[in-house]
């Protein structure tokens, strides 16, 4: 099957028109070489180039990209040795210039993070290594940014992701961890017996001045009861007083309101008489002692004196 002139044209037009046009996608640029030389940079979207003429030379993806920095060994100021590694992250900014400006930016940062690690640790002693993780990424980055200009790459952060010391010092530096938490352990405990025992004083004086004020308040209700009792003691012994006064007072009134009635005086005498006699028969049975008067054998005479005792009042 032999094909004519027309075919050959219309495969050439294809080709060329396929050549002609180029899609950049988006975060992309793409680096054009005219006959072997620089000519432009092609952003995203559709874009024309002379076929034959023109060459993609570079692609170049303007994303941010991590980059995995190998591990080093890296010696501190105290001469330990250190196994780092760390995560480097970039993006390009210039195409141009990351496409001539160094034959390889990725191993040209990379490089460079390491000698620059390694130059930012050897400053400083063990621990700090591990306290100053953030000075040292900073540091490292101010670095690579600076150097990184001129290959059209700007390095944004950079990470360590592991400081790894030898066995020995890790266990060393284990051992003067626990000893640290022992050591606060033991601050702990003391300064809660401490605190326990500032407790208990201050408990056992509040309970002592609790208890004292108690036994004031006691002390001063027992005066106040004692004080009530002899107040109410004096006025119930006045008032008994003042009953058998009024008491003795109605009687001796009655007495007299009696004397005054028919025959109330010969009662009254009558009375007397009789005490008179009783009187004398209780001293016989109360002691060994008898006092006698002088007519006792004259019952007659004892009884009429003692009638005699209640004389009426003179008539005026």
């Not at 023109?54 to 990209?65: C, G, P, Q, T, W």
């Not at 210039?97 to 390694?118: E, F, H, K, N, P």
Request: with cysteine.
């Amino acid at each position: 099957m032999e094909f004519g002139f027309p075919f050959f044209f219309l495969i050439t037009a294809v080709i060329f028109i396929a050549k002609t046009f180029k899609v950049v996608p988006q975060q992309h640029a793409l680096i054009i070489e005219r006959l072997g030389k620089f000519h432009a940079v092609l952003q995203p979207g559709l874009s024309f180039i002379v076929p034959f003429i023109d060459r993609v030379a570079y692609n170049l993806s303007l994303k941010e990209i991590p980059l995995d920095v190998p591990s080093q060994i890296c010696i501190t100021r105290d001469n330990t040795q250190l196994q780092v590694d760390g995560l480097l992250y970039y993006q390009v900014t210039d195409p141009k210039l990351a496409s001539y400006g160094t034959s390889d930016y990725v191993m040209a940062i990379t490089q460079l993070a390491q000698t620059t690690l390694r130059s930012v640790i050897g400053k400083l002693e063990l621990d700090k290594t591990f306290e100053e993780r953030d000075d040292i990424n900073a540091a490292v980055v101010n670095a690579l940014d600076e150097a990184a200009r001129s290959w059209g790459v700007k390095v944004l952060r950079y990470e360590i992701k592991d400081l790894t010391p030898p066995k020995e010092i890790l266990h060393s530096m284990q051992q003067q961890i626990t000893a640290e938490r022992e050591k606060r352990g033991r601050i702990a405990q003391s300064e809660g017996v401490k605190q326990e025992q500032i407790n208990l004083a201050t408990g056992q004086r509040e309970a002592s001045i609790q208890r004292s004020e108690g036994e004031r308040q006691a002390a001063i209700n027992a005066s106040e009861g004692e004080k009530q009792a002899a107040i109410n003691k004096a006025e119930g012994e006045a008032e008994a007083l003042r009953l058998v006064a009024r008491a003795t007072a109605e009687a001796i009134h009655m007495v007299a309101q009696t004397i005054k009635q028919p025959g109330g005086l010969e009662a009254v005498n009558l009375k007397v008489a009789e005490q008179y006699v009783a009187a004398f028969a209780n001293i016989a049975k109360e002691g060994n002692t008898m006092l006698l008067p002088s007519n006792a054998s004259d019952i007659a005479g004892m009884v009429a004196t003692a009638m005699s005792v209640i004389k009426p009042p003179a008539q005026s």
